[in-house]
């Protein structure tokens, strides 16, 4: 019990250190897309740390669980808004001073939504979702039937009109998972660092142009959010015909560095799904 | 226990703060929502660490809610921004 309550101080403690190093890099950082790389990475790992940390200190498995589904909710949206606000950023001019700049000739095309998902509505998902939902109340009243099957409607009619998902190969996605949660880890390092010490002249901020090799819609999503979270780069745009991923950099070299860094990101998402 | 979420909510506050200067700060729109984006991920720290201190779960669907907000309502100022753009 006190190892535990230990473990989950610890991890709140280390948590909140990325969380005020977040907060401190959005204040000292140069342009709104650098502190969008402070926002997202440090921010997201940090919300994530301190709820994991509290639900193992409260010795609480339920709230352990809760503290998951809030990270890995954080983990898929965290680069999505930075993505969306970084294009908004660099639309409205306020890109900052890029000592590299692909996207400016870029004849930007909106992302296809995909083959609409196979199975379409499915009765038999649809029950077994109000029967989880009355579990979840532990309630097998009629009002909660109806709430259920309304809400359950709703989740249904939405999947069906969502793209098909991919095909999961499990050994790639293991592997995926253990360096993505090894980049999410070196990436806030380098971040934190950056934010610590205090001269920002190290900073050159470029925007490089990334095609993709792969066709697959789920496999470039996959990739646009990795991308986010491995180190010094962020995903600003995506575009289809061709598909190119346009990444933000926050310590510029050379574009084929930043291109080799994305493929091979590339090869362990085509490893994991297709 | 109690000690340790003082500290990190004393620290998540501090945190707030120097979000808060940059919202104010600006200059652009993109950054005051970056600045209140993180500021409601440092609220939600610090319910959580309030959660460990209580030792309660009561605080869960805040924690939900708010990283919904979160998310939501950063989306919405990001396609107002691009919308505000091309008019």
Do not use: C
């Not at chain 1, 991923?245 to 091979?264: I, K, M, S």
């Not at chain 2, 200067?21 to 959580?48: M, Q, W, Y």
Request: proline share 4%; aromatic share 8%.
């Amino acid at each position: 019990m006190n190892v535990a309550r230990g473990v989950g101080a610890g991890l709140m403690l280390a948590g909140t250190v990325f969380s005020v190093l977040a907060a401190w890099g959005v204040v000292n950082f140069p342009s709104p897309v650098a502190r969008l790389h402070a926002a997202t990475k440090p921010a997201s790992l940090g919300l994530a740390l301190v709820t994991l940390g509290a639900g193992v200190a409260a010795g609480s498995w339920a709230l352990v669980g809760i503290a998951g589904l809030v990270a890995v909710f954080l983990f898929v949206t965290a680069p999505i808004s930075g993505h969306l606000v970084g294009r908004a950023a660099y639309l409205a001019g306020h890109a900052g001073n890029l000592v590299y700049d692909d996207l400016a000739e870029a004849d930007s095309v909106p992302l296809r939504a995909g083959e609409p998902y196979r199975g379409g509505f499915s009765s038999a998902r649809w029950v077994g979702m109000v029967v989880v939902w009355m579990l979840m109340w532990r309630d097998a009243s009629v009002g909660t039937a109806i709430g259920g099957a309304a809400v359950a409607a709703v989740v249904e009619t939405m999947r069906s009109s969502y793209p098909r998902g991919a095909n999961r190969n499990p050994r790639g996605l293991v592997v995926f998972f253990w360096r993505y949660a090894a980049m999410v880890l070196s990436s806030n390092l380098r971040v934190a660092w950056e934010v610590i010490t205090p001269r920002n002249d190290r900073i050159r901020e470029a925007i490089v142009a990334v095609p993709l090799q792969t066709v697959s819609l789920p496999a470039a999503l996959l990739v646009a959010n990795a991308v986010s979270y491995s180190p010094g780069t962020l995903t600003v745009e995506l575009t289809d015909h061709p598909m190119v991923l346009y990444v933000h950099v926050l310590h510029f070299t050379t574009t084929d560095e930043v291109r080799q860094q994305v493929a091979l990101i590339e090869r362990l998402v085509g490893d994991a799904i297709t | 226990m109690e000690t340790v979420v003082t500290i990190v909510q004393v620290l998540l506050g501090l945190g707030a703060v120097l979000a808060l200067i940059r919202a104010i700060r600006g200059p652009s729109l993109a950054d005051r929502i970056i600045a209140l984006d993180l500021i409601l991920f440092l609220l939600a720290g610090a319910v959580a660490a309030q959660s460990a201190r209580e030792g309660t779960q009561n605080f869960v669907p805040v924690l939900l809610v708010v990283s919904l907000v979160a998310f939501a309502g950063t989306v919405l100022v990001a396609r107002f921004i691009e919308w505000r753009d091309t008019q």
